[in-house]
């Protein structure tokens, strides 16, 4: 209760009035006084002085006999915050805003990076295999991504190198005579490109 009934009373409230002396009781071991110009305290040992009570404050129960006194005792006034100013009106933006965060750190974490480090591992393990045309329709043909024995009649091209893709460096060209490929893993396209060359068949 240090900081309760904000505001100290004291002898100085009785001057100018002669003969007037401050009502002292204790109640609950607590020390009250009441002035002459009826200003109620309590003495607050932690803070080490008289605290004026006031209606609404942190303050030990009253003296029963000053109750009606004390109701006489106007509230003070509340200052009221203007509503767009209040911390509260901005709680539900920053939840908002944290949510909106954390879905997009996951999303990019999930379905981007971790997608294609993926792609990035199965291309690379197709140096060596071989891949079977699906589509030769369009500007270039199609190949699964899904390697099939190169000794067997399906297999088209045999993949010989990847090349990584980067934003700082030019697309990766293949040597003469290597097709250029850019398979998809599950659902992702790999940014790599697999240089291939056609099998030869015995």
Known sequence: MSGAG????GARRTAGIPGAEPEL?????????????????????????W??????????????????????IPAPPRVRRAPWRSPYRLVPVALVLAAVALGTWQATRESGSGATRLARREARAM???????????????????????????RAAVRVVSVHEVSTAAPRPHCPAGQTALQLSYAGTATPDVECALPVRRR
């Open 6 to 9: 904000r505001g100290r009373t």
């Open 25 to 49: 009781v204790t109640h609950r071991g607590i020390r009250w006084r009441k002035d002459p110009d009826g200003t109620i305290g309590w003495y607050n040992e932690e803070a080490g002085g």
């Open 51 to 72: 605290l004026r009570w006031r209606p609404g404050a942190d303050a030990p129960p009253l003296p029963p006999q000053w109750e009606a006194d004390a109701a006489r």
């Open 127 to 153: 140096v060596g295999r071989c891949l079977e045309r699906t589509s030769t329709s369009g500007a270039a043909p199609a190949y699964s991504p899904s390697p099939v024995p190169c000794g067997s009649g």
